[in-house]
């Protein structure tokens, strides 16, 4: 189940953001409180969320399932219902990642998302991120 997050679930969105190489912990108020959306997918409890700013193109900036609740469809189910949330549907939708995290590259291809260009020292610590975007 994909539900819209709260605040009672800011706790596990947290453990969950251990998950992401880079978290913003700021992003879990945001999107609890506006302007962004936050998506939680439920199986006994968060397993997974997504957080996406709404705009053009609107942009999908957090995304984590715990490994245990992979390749269950979580991620697909978020990324969705993001796109929904945040009104995107029929509209481009963009994503960054590190560039060399092959499994999040995977993931975005085959959900229908293409490469969009390379981001040279684009996180914090000079690493590199690609960005994807989908049109719907």
Excluded: K, W
């Excluded at 880079?22 to 997974?48: I, K, Q």
């Excluded at 997504?50 to 245990?68: D, K, R």
């Excluded at 969009?116 to 975007?133: Q, T």
């Amino acid at each position: 189940m994909i539900r819209p997050m709260t605040a009672a679930d800011t706790p596990a969105v947290r453990a969950l953001q251990t998950h992401l190489v880079y978290a913003d912990p700021d992003l879990v108020e945001a999107a609890v409180d506006g302007p962004f959306h936050g998506r939680v997918a439920v199986d006994d409890g968060p397993v997974g969320y997504a957080i996406a700013f709404p705009g053009s193109p609107a942009n999908l900036s957090e995304l984590a399932v715990a490994p245990e609740h992979r390749r269950c469809g979580h991620g697909r189910a978020l990324v969705e219902a993001a796109i929904v949330a945040v009104g995107a549907e029929g509209e481009t939708i963009a994503v960054t990642t590190p560039a060399d995290d092959t499994a999040a590259r995977r993931f975005y291809t085959a959900i229908g998302f293409e490469p969009d260009g390379r981001l040279p020292g684009f996180y914090s610590d000079g690493a590199d991120a690609l960005r994807f975007v989908r049109r719907e």
